[in-house]
């Protein structure tokens, strides 16, 4: 059921990226006389202090933030299921020399990182703001491979492909990597949503490229428009909301997944008389006492 | 103490890392700093900060690791090098004015928000299957929520429309700071939006968090025994379930803190809240190199700070860690 | 004479596709400081049982039909699957406690032992002062052979011989009637499981409380029972004397069962004597469930379900089971 509603959000957004500007047609930054307009029947969203259509901007922008937050998560991904799968398979030194990195950049605070580095760049264009997001967003999915390629080390199949003389690097991608697929899926999908925000973030600072339309850039002029003492509630309120639809939309389908590896999360119906007592533990018996 | 001793060497570590990081970030980039600062400023530029500029760069003509050296030294006396923004004034003097607004204002927001969201992870464990349920698809939407759209929301909604609350700004410009009851509140009441946001924003996580290992705690044979003992539900459901749940969530609450900085930064922006946050915008706003690194440094010791002081919590609520080794 | 009876109790797991029976109307006595054995392969619903009648089960478990009645020395009596809330906490522990199978996860890994001891003396008995606590819990320690001194230790301080002896000693702090034993020995070795297996005889002696022992290891059985039930897919198929079940089993499984096990106590159990696997609870087979494994099943078996008469519940000879071995 969650699952279901994740994917339905997911797909919702994804369409609106891929489909709706050409559904659209029109230019997200054209002007118009039509200034701070409330929503209505030309404007179903509203207009910006300079009469661009709010509507419009919202589908223009869910590429940037779409594609940033999905690029950004794709190479940070990669980066940690590198590091992740060659720090847990190989151990030792290599191991610990990549787990103090991964808890490193852990714990160092990523977002003001994001910004001195994004100070920096002398373009910032779509693909280098991904980039820059990936640096700091890699950790924590490279964190939990790590823990789970121990464990899937020592499982059978992957003794016998070692004892066979298989090489490591066929080992890790041919034998632990497929095992690990829904592992990297929820690290992934957890990796777009920090990523959207962090976009969200940069842009709304100016630090992103802001003559592209993104939700975030959008959140930037809306403020800077003084968006919130006009009672402009139309500007901001959407871009925000999207991002977190997104948000949840996978966070959602994570926790579906989450609930397929982990019985025990999962919301019962009481039908007894719910006592606290009765109401909490559900699946005792899967220790099987008996 | 092994452990304590273990997570401090891992914190000195991390520090080295980011001071490491601070010195690289600008020799990675193409070209000399310094001159690309000039030329993206246009000249506009003061030669003394070119040349103060340079010295908390480190830039000299001496290699990189006599740089390097020369960079370590100046840290130590806690040099940060000179504010463009602010010149002449010192970074870590701009830091030093505003770092006490944001440490009050993120550090008591997250201990309530700590103190809340776990309270509330645990009664929804407990109480599963009844309408606390109804928080979660709310906690899963707060979870994804950018911290600065909570804040402009309530700014929308308290501050302009109702006007309930003020909406920049740390404290009324007809007060005098200085220890009286009328600065103290004017403070309160002008942090209370800001600090709002922050709770709400980084709550969810601690809830979808404490839930979780809350309801596999709950699981456990010490909790049904403690139930067998004929203790009252509050005794079991804090005293063993909780008791036992909350330390997995501190490791997690500590790792979150660095998200939790990021947001308020941001939050301290839509508020002009006077703390770093606000000064790191400053500096990105004037590509004020020194400022922004310097702020950079300082928020990630205060992390690794907060982390440490995670990991004595987790010693002093967890036997096992106690231990000596033996 | 009896302290516990038990009437025709069902207990089912209700799940998406439907209830499984995991007890099916099993009516037991437990007689005034009797060692009553519960043997049986995982799965048989012995636990569940025991669970149910000390009332800890938890969705989706849940008991369907029959009652549990408990009765007191001065002949009053009380069904324990009646009581409200707060009864059952008062009678917890006080009339009847548990011991559960691994005390390693049974004792509050955050908690020192005298503190478990403690919180239970300062529940049921508010009169009590700090230090007749205190000595009551060292009394219990040193009665289970474990030193006073000790009562300040964390569970994880404890060998694993240690942790089932102060989960004994926490069992005994209120002096129950009834002491359930969920597989207390299982996770020990040989030695420590027979110094417990004495201790238990030597405090029952003393104390004078009823045991009801839950064990797969029926030559364990043996040595520690008064009387033993042996249960099949959620049912007792078979109850007697320890010594007569011993030398002339009744019913085909209990057969199997004795000639199953290796005269050592092995930690896993191997029924090399009985052919096939467990029943699936969701689909057993009508009639005896055991039947398809049963080398004596006649064709009634398949259909017709033997009632527990007297001792066994088997169709052969009549219903009176397997003839005299010997």
Known sequence: MK???????????????????????????????????????????????????????????????LGVGVLSAVIATVFAVAV??????????????????????????????????????????????????????????????????????????????????????????FEILPVLLPVIATSFLATVVAAILAEAGLSFLGLADLSTVSWGSMLYFAQNGQALLIGAWWWFI?????????????????????????PRLRTVKVKAKATPEAASKVTAKAKART | MRFLARRLGFYLLTAWAAVTLNFLIPR?????????????????????????????????????????????????????????TFFPTEVSTVIADSLPWTVGLVGVATLISYLVGTALGVLMAWKRGTWLDGVLPAATFMHAVPYF???????????????????????????????????????????????????????????????????????????????????TSRRVMWAYAARNAILPNITSFALSLGFVVGGSVLTEIVFSYPGIGSMLLKGVENEDFPLMQGIFLVISLAVLVANFLADLAYVVLDPRTRQESE | MNVLEIRDLSVDYLSGGGAVHAVADVSLDLRRGEILGLAGESGSGKSTLANAVARLLRPPAAITSGSVVYRRQDGSSEDVLALGRKELRAFRWKELAV???????????????????????????????????????????QRVGISADRRRAYPHELSGGMRQRAAIAIALALNPEVIIMDEPTTALDVVVQRDILHEIRALREEYGFAVVFITHDLSLLMEISDRIAIMYAG????????????????????LGLLRSFPRLHGPREQLLGIPGTPPDLRSLPPGCAFHPRCGKAMAECSSELPALDGDVACLLNGGRGLEDAS
């Open chain 3, 235 to 254: 049912r007792v198929v078979e109850t007697g004397g320890a010594r007569a079940i011993h030398t002339s089993p009744r019913h085909p499984y209990t």
């Open chain 1, 3 to 65: 699952i279901k509603i994740g994917i339905g959000i997911l797909v919702f957004f994804a369409l609106m990226a891929l489909a709706g500007p050409l559904l659209i047609g029109a230019d997200p930054a054209a002007t118009s006389e039509d200034g701070l307009q409330g929503p209505s029947a030309a404007h179903w969203l509203g207009t910006t202090q300079t009469g661009q259509d709010i509507l419009t901007q919202i589908v223009y922008g869910s590429r940037v933030s």
């Open chain 2, 28 to 84: 990675l980039m193409p070209g000399d700093p310094v001159e690309l600062l000039v030329a993206r400023l246009k000249g506009n530029v003061d030669p003394a900060a070119i040349d103060a500029m340079r010295r908390a760069f480190g830039i000299s003509d001496a290699g990189l690791w006599q740089q390097y050296v020369d960079y370590l030294g100046n840290l130590a006396h806690g040099e940060l090098g000179r504010s463009i």
């Open chain 2, 149 to 231: 759209w909570v804040a402009l929301a309530l700014v929308f909604v308290f501050g302009v429309t109702l006007q309930w609350f003020p909406v920049s700004r740390a404290y009324g410009l007809d007060v005098m700071p200085g220890f009286t009851g009328e600065f103290a509140g004017s403070v309160l009441y002008h942090a209370a939006l800001p600090a709002v946001t922050i709770v709400v924003a980084s709550m969810a996580d601690r809830i979808l968090g404490m839930r979780n290992v809350m309801v596999t705690t709950l699981g456990e044979d010490y909790v049904v025994m403690a139930e067998a003992k004929g203790l």
């Open chain 1, 84 to 173: 992740g799968l060659v720090g847990g398979y190989f151990g030792g030194a290599v191991d610990e020399v990549l787990s103090v990195l991964t808890n490193i950049f852990l714990v160092l605070p990523a977002l003001p990182l994001i910004i001195v580095l994004a100070g920096y760049l002398p373009q910032r264009g779509v693909a280098s703001v991904a980039v820059v997001i990936a640096v700091t967003g890699w950790a924590w999915g490279a964190r939990v491979l790590r823990a789970q390629t121990l464990s899937v080390r020592r499982r059978d199949f992957v003794q016998a492909a070692r004892a066979s003389g298989e090489g490591a690097f066929r080992v890790i991608f």
């Open chain 1, 238 to 262: 959407p871009p925000g909301l999207c991002i977190a639809l997104i948000g949840t939309g996978l966070a959602l389908v994570n926790f579906g997944i989450d609930e397929i590896a982990n």
């Open chain 3, 99 to 141: 011991v559960f199978q691994s005390a390693m996860n049974a004792l509050n890994p955050v908690s020192t032992v005298g503190a478990q001891i403690d919180d239970v003396l300062r529940i049921h008995r508010p009169g009590m002062s700090r230090n007749d606590r205190a000595e009551r819990a060292a009394e219990l320690l």
